[in-house]
């Protein structure tokens, strides 16, 4: 069992490199700390992975654990019918793009469609939300304005039917795909997942 670290990181903004978590002494394999321990507010497999990961509970493919497909996009995978269910608010806004009829989100590279899916089911999480504190929070990320390539991408992200809330502009996918470069991090281990960990937020420029 992992212990809990009450002081051993925390995160802080340095000049130049922006939000950072910041360990204040060595940490032992296997330890557990708060500044990012907890659920994320948006967490999504990289496509290599997809077909081995449930898409709700990351429980990888296993012999006593099958994966049954999406029938709609054929891409996200579950381990149960529970998973799939749960899975639903958020995925049923990027079934159809994530479908092999479709091109659009295919023609991207791994990194920038994990961006793009990672921003869709935040803001679509956070249209059916309920003003919660993770919802306080996910409005509070820390951002900087957006460069060129994040609102060249934005602006085609938004004429994709459904992925995004209606009444989201393309300026605010923008700022949100830099707040999520600056306020994430991947998971590099046997899941492999991106995801959006809220978590202390840097509360200066809310997202909007």
């Not at 991207?108 to 059916?128: F, H, K, M, N, P």
Request: proline share 4%; hydrophobic share 40%; net charge positive.
């Amino acid at each position: 069992m992992s212990r809990m670290s009450a002081d051993a990181i925390g995160v802080e903004e340095r000049e130049g490199r922006g939000r950072c978590v910041v360990a204040w002494r060595a940490l032992t394999p296997g330890e557990r700390v708060d500044a990012v321990s907890g659920a994320a507010y948006a967490a999504v497999p990289l496509g290599s992975f997809r077909p081995s990961l449930c898409a709700r509970c990351f429980q990888p493919a296993a012999e006593q654990c099958k994966l049954s497909r999406c029938s709609g996009c054929r891409q996200a995978r579950y381990c149960s019918a529970v998973c799939q269910r749960a899975d639903w608010a958020l995925h049923r806004h990027e079934c159809p793009h994530l479908s092999e009829e479709y091109s659009a989100l295919h023609s991207l590279d791994e990194g920038t469609l994990v961006q793009l899916l990672l921003a869709a089911r935040c803001l679509q999480r956070r249209a059916q939300g309920k003003g919660d504190e993770a919802d306080r929070c996910f409005d509070e990320l820390y951002a900087v304005d957006p460069d060129a390539e994040s609102i060249e991408l934005a602006h085609k992200a938004v004429r994709l039917a459904g992925l995004f809330p209606k009444t989201i502009a393309a300026a605010t996918v923008a700022r949100l795909l830099v707040a999520s470069r600056l306020n994430s991090f991947g998971v590099l281990n046997a899941l492999h997942l991106s995801l959006i960990h809220i978590s202390e937020p840097m509360r200066r420029t809310p997202i909007s």
